[in-house]
């Protein structure tokens, strides 16, 4: 089945103590992306990827990294997680970019950060 | 930059109620304009799209017309049904400000009782 996987789906943490959260897709898509979902702002771009090794900022990059060492993963990375970074995140992948081709998103992850 | 507006929700309806959801946007230049859904528990899927001035994008009942004059798309059902009870977000893709991301709304979410 195509899809894209995200891990874990809920995750409470501490300030300050590293985490990551996985994201696959086993679509041979050469485009990823993640976003924040935050109540009143809708979905917000953290990092995208049209390549592999190829990342960029989005609108929202700052306490976040990315790394795309191969086509299928897109693992975000939150070296030193603040309570302001406590929202709902997806990954989403798409054949090119998401203005030609339909973008599929994973089923989220909730983070929250005490 | 870029930016999407829609009209807040909830919007709740009753089954077989024709149900429009208002988006306009700003941009520069061209924007492609879609409309992904969210249902509880799930990630995005894209509903509809549309590429064009004029251009009407339909899936599943639902339909929008790309107005460049009015800077709008919006969503239309003739005759909702409680499994339509879901967040409906309103995005646009492909200008320069809005390149490699899709830019969206704050979402409406829309609760369809029997």
């Known amino acids: 089945e195509a899809q894209v996987t995200q891990n874990p789906r809920y995750l409470i943490t501490v300030t300050g103590k590293k985490l990551t959260v996985t994201c696959s897709q086993n679509m041979n898509h050469e485009y990823m992306s993640w976003y924040r979902q935050d109540p009143g702002l809708g979905l917000r771009q953290i990092y995208y990827s049209m390549n592999v090794e190829v990342t960029d900022k989005g609108d929202v990059p700052e306490g976040y990294k990315v790394s795309r060492k191969e086509k299928r993963n897109f693992p975000l990375i939150l070296e030193s997680p603040s309570p302001n970074q406590t929202s709902l995140y997806f990954c989403a992948s798409s054949p090119r970019g998401p203005t030609d081709t339909e973008a599929f998103f994973g089923q989220g992850t909730r983070l929250t950060v005490v | 930059g870029d930016s999407v507006t829609q009209m807040e929700g909830p919007v709740t309806l009753s089954e077989e109620a024709f149900l429009t959801i208002n988006c306009t946007y700003t941009a520069t230049g061209y924007p492609s304009l879609f409309w992904y859904v969210q249902y509880p528990g799930e990630g995005l899927q894209l509903l509809l799209k549309a590429t064009k001035a004029d251009d009407k994008g339909s899936n599943k009942g639902f339909e929008a017309t790309y107005r460049k004059e009015t800077t709008s798309f919006h969503l239309e059902k003739g005759s909702v049904q409680v499994s339509d009870s879901a967040v409906y977000f309103c995005?646009?893709?492909?200008?320069?400000?809005?390149?490699?991301?899709?830019?969206f709304g704050a979402g409406t979410q829309v609760v369809v009782t029997p």
């Open positions: 995005a646009l893709s492909g200008t320069t400000d809005s390149w490699g991301k899709l830019q």
